[in-house]
Every structure is written in structure tokens, then in C-alpha cells.
């Protein structure tokens, strides 16, 4: 996994979100035609997303992500456009996030 560059637009995610870094990273998925291509998931990885998706919803991220997403829009960071498809990822895998 590569270190993130000081001015990473992921370093400015809230606390609360921060545990998403790795998975964003992980897979860095940068458009829809990606997200086609994680399918079929491996039980294992889908198994470790299930989990992801269920911290997301019970500690609220899904609303401080999209808050972010404001901030530093998919347009100016190449970490946004890999966080905003990770949860596109998410839900196209149905997993409940919200």
C-alpha cells in the first residue's frame, strides 16, 4: 500500500472515517467500468466489505464522507474519485452503508 502524499485529500477525512483509508486505497476505483471488473468478489473480500459497509451505517460515515466529498470534489483529487467509487462499489455489491 503506498503512503499518501501530505496533501491528500483522504488525510482531511474525519477521525470518525479515517478506518475507510486502506479499503479506498485498496481498491482505487476510478470509474464505473472498474467496479465491473471486482465481479465476481471473492467470498473473503466480500465478507471484509460486508463489514465495512456495516461500520459505515452504524457510526454514520456515509454523511461525513458526502461531506468531504464537498470539499475536496472528485473533480481536484484523484482520493476523492477513489472514495466515491468505493461506495459505488458498495452498493453495487447491494451493501447497506446508509
Known amino acids: 500500500m503506498s503512503k499518501l502524499n ?3 485529500s483522504l488525510q482531511a477525512l474525519p477521525q ?7 479499503y479506498v486505497l485498496k481498491y482505487r476505483i476510478d470509474s464505473n467500468d ?9 467470498s473473503a473480500e466480500l465478507a471484509e466489505l460486508r463489514n465495512v ?6 457510526h454514520g460515515v456515509y454523511s461525513l ?5 464537498d470539499k475536496y470534489p472528485e473533480t481536484k483529487y484523484d482520493e476523492s474519485v477513489w472514495l466515491y467509487w468505493f461506495f459505488g462499489l458498495l452498493d453495487d ?6
Open 6 to 8: 501530505p496533501d491528500n
Open 16 to 22: 470518525q472515517a479515517q478506518f475507510l483509508v486502506p
Open 34 to 42: 472498474d467496479i465491473a471488473v471486482a465481479d465476481p468478489m471473492p
Open 53 to 58: 459497509a456495516a461500520r459505515v451505517k452504524l
Open 65 to 69: 464522507v458526502n461531506e468531504h466529498l
Open 93 to 98: 455489491l447491494g451493501l447497506d452503508f446508509e
